[in-house]
């Protein structure tokens, strides 16, 4: 929580004054591809016309069917305050675009089978399918959001500690900038899907007064301008906050720059942060000692202290150990947090408003806990202890056997 001033963020503070204020990353990540998809027209336009299909089929009982008869897949249901999921619905509609081209054919080639709106709004989506704008888009945030779902699904990750989520979005920014040097391949295949003469020519330009080359260059335009929003909407909402600059340090790409140049500006953040907390003396000097052994570069500052656990070189490097420590209470997320409130929200309906509360806690845990609830019934005597359990509590009918 943001309030600094007189909000939970101050009152934390009282008590805590060498916390830190991490806004959360996947809340972050999310905000990126809203005001990406905010800031351009054509892209504004091309999200509100692609939940059109997930409205068409699941406004009626009748259309859901034919689409799993047809296709055995449903389109993903959307949030305004969850942008992945508007990944699952460009993945899915890219993925599946001859099946459902087809399903909307065969509904307007039976017009005794389905009412007017039916026809109607299939025409509609099926002319938006063999759209080359439509297309276009859907072909660039099919490459986009592959990367970005994979990074939501680990700043959401309970053990992804900020560092590792750090790199994680170096990486997402880097992708990001490779895909905009590839356009011409993008449009090589958009040009053998669609023929630009027939009746599937773009919208955006006007053929007629523009060469083959000059409506690619237009093209090309929108194409950077999508790709730079998003990346420069990621450098900004994931600018280098100079209170974190001691991450650094445990970063194992930078080791063997680390060997020959100490990171004297990473080591004095720490020790304006948390200069009480540590011997510095010996800190700098088991760095060192990190920095030149090629076993202590892990992929992240969780492996690296379950490695040095493991070996109990806790006693050895204790200073480390101790800012690994730090690095791990420094969350890079509170989704995990939030989804117990969601959670609440579907348990708590009002259909079920006069349970207790011990019942209320103990669905929550299952529904929150679920994963480990599934390794728990992949043992094959979890179901007959639960019985056991059950039966044994007091109840108005004995449940149980006797000989």
Not at 38 to 67: P, Q
Not at 161 to 180: G, P, S, V, Y
Not at 282 to 299: C, G, H, I
Request: include cysteine; charged fraction near 25%.
């Amino acid at each position: 929580m943001a309030s600094q001033h007189a909000g939970v963020q101050a009152k934390i503070r009282e008590q805590y004054p060498n916390a830190i204020f991490v806004h959360c990353y996947a809340h972050r990540l999310n905000l990126v591809l809203a005001q990406s998809a905010s800031f351009i027209k054509e892209v504004k336009v091309f999200f509100a016309t692609l939940s059109g299909f997930r409205t068409f089929f699941a406004k009626s009982t009748k259309r859901t069917e034919a689409l799993d008869s047809h296709l055995r897949k449903r389109f993903p249901s959307i949030a305004p305050t969850r942008w992945q999921y508007h990944s699952r619905l460009a993945e899915t509609v890219h993925e599946y675009r001859e099946g459902i081209e087809n399903l909307l054919v065969s509904i307007i080639e039976e017009p005794e089978e389905w009412d007017v709106e039916t026809i109607s709004s299939a025409r509609g989506l099926l002319s938006l399918l063999r759209d080359f704008d439509f297309n276009f888009m859907l072909k660039i945030f099919s490459s986009i959001f592959p990367y970005s779902g994979a990074l939501f699904k680990i700043l959401q990750t309970k053990r992804s500690d900020i560092a590792f989520c750090n790199t994680k979005i170096d990486e997402f920014k880097h992708h990001m900038q490779r895909l905009r040097g590839g356009f011409d391949h993008l449009w090589s295949e958009m040009e053998n899907v669609f023929d630009s003469n027939g009746p599937t020519r773009p919208k955006r330009i006007r053929i007629d007064s523009m060469s083959g080359e000059e409506r690619k260059n237009s093209y090309k335009r929108l194409f950077c301008e999508i790709i730079d929003v998003v990346c420069q909407n990621v450098s900004v909402r994931f600018s280098e906050n100079a209170t974190l600059l001691f991450l650094s340090l445990l970063d194992a790409r930078y080791f063997p720059m680390y060997r020959t140049s100490f990171p004297e500006k990473a080591f004095s953040c720490l020790k304006e942060n948390y200069g009480a907390f540590f011997d510095f003396v010996a800190l700098k000097s088991e760095l060192l000692v990190m920095f030149s052994d090629p076993d202590m570069a892990k992929d992240s500052v969780y492996d690296l202290h379950q490695y040095m656990y493991a070996l109990q070189l806790s006693c050895v490097f204790p200073q480390i150990f101790k800012l690994c420590e730090l690095v791990l209470t420094i969350p890079a997320t509170s989704a995990a947090d939030e989804r117990s409130f969601s959670a609440l929200k579907r348990l708590k309906n009002y259909l079920r408003n006069s349970q207790n509360q011990d019942r209320l806690s103990s669905l929550a845990l299952m529904n929150i806990e679920k994963s480990f609830l599934n390794k728990l019934q992949s043992k094959p005597s979890f179901l007959d202890e639960v019985i056991d359990l059950f039966a044994k509590k007091n109840r108005r009918i004995e449940l149980n056997y006797k000989q």
